[in-house]
């Protein structure tokens, strides 16, 4: 079964300090990779998608994100963080059918 | 997204009452699904639906049931509510995605159900 494991439950950054935020998925063969933004109060938007080709997915409001197969992760990145990039962030992993797997997510809390 | 809408947003209500969440979009997708979120736990999907005539349960449906009473509206019914039904629930849509894979699935604001 598929799985998508985010290690951190809670980041704190500075604003203007980098960021990355980690996911490990599980699947056997190669997975359609998402991450998903929910601020305070609102429904999830999309941040990015990987499907296939480059590995190195840019994404809106300056986000990327790396697939990296080799260790089984997708992790999201921004080089400078703003104080409205404080949410909640989810990491989704879809394979052969409709299904999406959702991470548990990371709360991203940034300090002026 | 506002192409999906939920009503209500908010929602307190007792045990045993029957409750429904509504959700429409107008992003013209076939696809849409009903998931809830609790704090920790990330997204669970409750129900499915290819088209109207093609719903499918997901990982948590007991308790649930749900209508498509068209391509642009899912609606979700707690028949008897229970304090553990309390959580966040979001309705999402996506578009058959050619060549097989997952689809890129599309946001509502949430309803919060609170069950006393």
């Known amino acids: 079964a598929q799985s998508v494991t985010q290690p951190d439950i809670h980041i704190t950054v500075s604003e203007g300090a980098s960021l990355e935020l980690r996911c490990n998925y599980s699947y056997g063969a190669t997975p359609y990779l998402f991450w998903y933004v929910q601020s305070p109060g609102q429904g999830l938007q999309l941040l990015l998608k990987y499907f296939s080709g480059d590995t190195l997915v840019q994404g809106i409001k300056g986000f990327e994100a790396e697939f990296k197969r080799s260790q089984s992760s997708f992790n999201l990145r921004k080089p400078s963080v703003h104080w409205s990039d404080a949410a909640e962030y989810f990491c989704?992993?879809?394979?052969?059918?409709?299904?999406?797997?959702f991470g548990k997510g990371t709360l991203l809390t940034v300090n002026p | 997204d506002a192409d999906v809408t939920q009503t209500p947003r908010n929602r307190i209500t007792k045990t045993g009452k029957r409750i429904m969440l509504e959700c429409s979009q107008t992003k013209g997708h076939d696809r849409m699904y009903w998931y809830r979120q609790d704090p920790g736990l990330g997204l669970r999907l409750i129900y499915y639906?290819?088209?109207?005539?093609?719903?499918n349960k997901g990982e948590i449906s007991d308790g649930y049931s749900v209508s498509r009473q068209a391509q642009a509206k899912f609606s979700l019914s707690l028949e008897s509510a229970i304090p553990n039904q309390t959580a966040l629930y979001f309705c999402?849509?996506?578009?058959?995605?050619?060549?097989?894979?997952?689809?890129?699935?599309?946001f509502g604001p949430g309803t919060r159900l609170t069950v006393l």
């Open positions: 989704a992993s879809g394979g052969s059918n409709y299904k999406l797997t």
């Open positions: 999402a849509t996506s578009d058959f995605r050619a060549g097989g894979g997952a689809d890129t699935q599309y």
């Open positions: 639906s290819f088209d109207v005539k093609d719903i």
